[in-house]
Nanobody, 125 residues
């Protein structure tokens, strides 16, 4: 069964850090590019970052570039989102998603076939 499970969210003060994890079933993870998206109340789901299966290509949204880092451990079927220098505007539910090949555009949510349930990140000022 396809499954993605996020963890690591929580409440943090501005300037702090969190690391999100997304654990996937082998069938979901194998060969897939992985993306992170977020959605704040009243807003559309927005792209945060993505990483290809090999890790050779990584994309970030401009709003998080230099603060967030995506990585993956294929042996553990897990992708990570390290978030540093957090700002109140980073507050959102964060989702991981899996995109099996072929890959066209990792920036678009419609590209992804599988989604986790989301984890809440709240940054206080």
């Amino acid at each position: 069964q396809v499954q993605l499970v996020e963890s690591g969210g929580g409440l943090v003060q501005a300037g702090g850090s969190l690391r999100l994890s997304c654990a996937a079933s082998v069938r979901t993870f194998s060969g897939c590019a992985m993306g992170w998206f977020r959605q704040a109340p009243g807003n559309e789901r927005e792209f945060v970052g993505a990483i290809t299966w090999s890790g050779a290509i990584i994309h970030y949204a401009d709003s998080v570039k230099g603060r967030f880092t995506i990585s993956r451990d294929n042996a553990k079927n897990t992708v990570y989102l390290q978030m540093n220098s957090l700002k109140p505007e980073d507050t959102a539910v964060y989702y991981c998603a899996a995109d099996p090949p072929p890959i066209y555009n990792l920036y678009y949510a419609n590209e992804y076939d599988y989604w986790g349930q989301g984890t809440q990140v709240t940054v206080s000022s």
